[in-house]
C-alpha cells in the first residue's frame, strides 16, 4: 500500500499569513494526489485534486504544487473560516490512502 | 443539488453485522463510482471500499475484506455496505463519497454526512 506522510500533524497561525501543509508520498504517484479541507462535525470537503487543480468554488486563495513524491498546499492568506483539517490522499492505487492530517489552529 | 444521505448506523455488539445505505440525488447516481470510507472518533480517514458504476469492479481495503461487501442499485440511486462479523475498530462515522473522475484523475467530490456505526458489549 501507498503511505501518505503529513506535516506538520498541527501549526498555528494568524489571519493574514501564509501557510503550507506538506505532504509525502512512500513511492511515485505522478500528479494522483487530493486535498482536502475538514472542520469539526462534517464532511470532508474537496478542495484541489491532481495535485494542482482547483476544485470549482474553491477561493484561489487555495494552491497546489508538487516536486516528485512531495506536495504541499498553500494558503496565501488564511482567513478565519480556514481553520481546520487538512488531509492528502494519492488516487493512483486501491487502496486509496490518506495522511493523517494537518490541524490547522488559529494562534 | 447534490445530496448523499447515509443511513442505518446504530449500536452493534461485537460480531454482528448492520446494512448501510446511502440515498443519492442531484446527480446522475449511475455513471459514478461509488465509495465508503470511514473516520473512527478522533482520528483520519480511511477508505473502506468503492464501486464502479455497473458493479463491474469492487474493491475493498484489506481490514474488512471478507467481511463487508459493498453493493449498488441504481435503478433507486442508492449504495449499500453490508458489514458482518463486526469488531470495535470498525467503530466510526462511515462516509458515502461519489468518484468523479476528470482527465484521468480521480477525486471524492461529493460526501454524505455520515452515519455512526458503534460496535461495543
Known amino acids: 500500500d501507498i503511505q501518505m506522510t503529513q506535516s506538520p500533524s498541527s501549526l498555528s497561525a494568524s489571519v ?17 494526489l487530493n486535498w482536502y479541507q475538514q472542520k469539526p462535525g462534517k464532511a470532508p470537503r474537496l478542495l484541489i485534486y491532481a495535485a494542482s487543480r482547483l476544485q470549482s468554488g474553491v477561493p484561489s486563495r487555495f494552491s497546489g504544487g508538487e516536486s516528485g513524491t512531495d506536495f504541499t498546499l ?6 478565519p473560516e480556514d481553520f481546520a483539517t487538512y488531509y492528502c490522499q494519492q488516487s493512483y492505487s ?3 490512502t490518506f495522511g493523517l492530517g494537518t490541524k490547522l489552529e488559529i494562534k | 443539488e447534490v ?7 446504530g449500536l452493534v455488539r461485537p460480531g454482528g453485522s448492520l446494512r448501510l445505505s446511502c440515498a443519492a440525488s442531484g446527480f446522475d447516481f449511475s455513471y459514478y463510482s461509488m465509495n465508503w ?21 469492487i474493491f475493498y ?20 455496505l453490508e458489514m458482518n462479523s463486526l469488531r470495535a475498530e470498525d467503530t466510526a462515522i462511515y462516509y458515502c463519497a461519489s468518484l468523479a473522475s476528470r482527465q484521468g484523475h480521480y477525486y471524492f467530490d461529493y460526501w454524505g454526512l455520515g452515519t455512526l456505526v458503534t460496535v461495543s458489549s
Open chain 1, 94 to 96: 486501491t487502496p486509496y
Open chain 2, 3 to 9: 445530496q448523499l444521505v447515509e443511513s442505518g448506523g
Open chain 1, 74 to 79: 498553500t494558503i496565501s492568506s488564511l482567513q
Open chain 2, 37 to 57: 470510507v470511514r473516520q473512527a472518533p478522533g482520528k483520519g480517514l480511511d477508505w473502506v471500499s468503492s464501486i464502479s458504476s455497473s458493479s463491474g469492479y
Open chain 1, 16 to 32: 493574514g499569513d501564509r501557510v503550507t501543509l506538506n505532504c509525502r508520498s512512500s513511492q511515485s504517484i505522478g500528479s494522483y
Open chain 2, 61 to 80: 481495503a484489506d481490514s474488512v475484506k471478507g467481511r463487508f461487501t459493498i453493493s449498488r442499485d441504481n435503478a433507486k440511486k442508492s449504495l449499500y
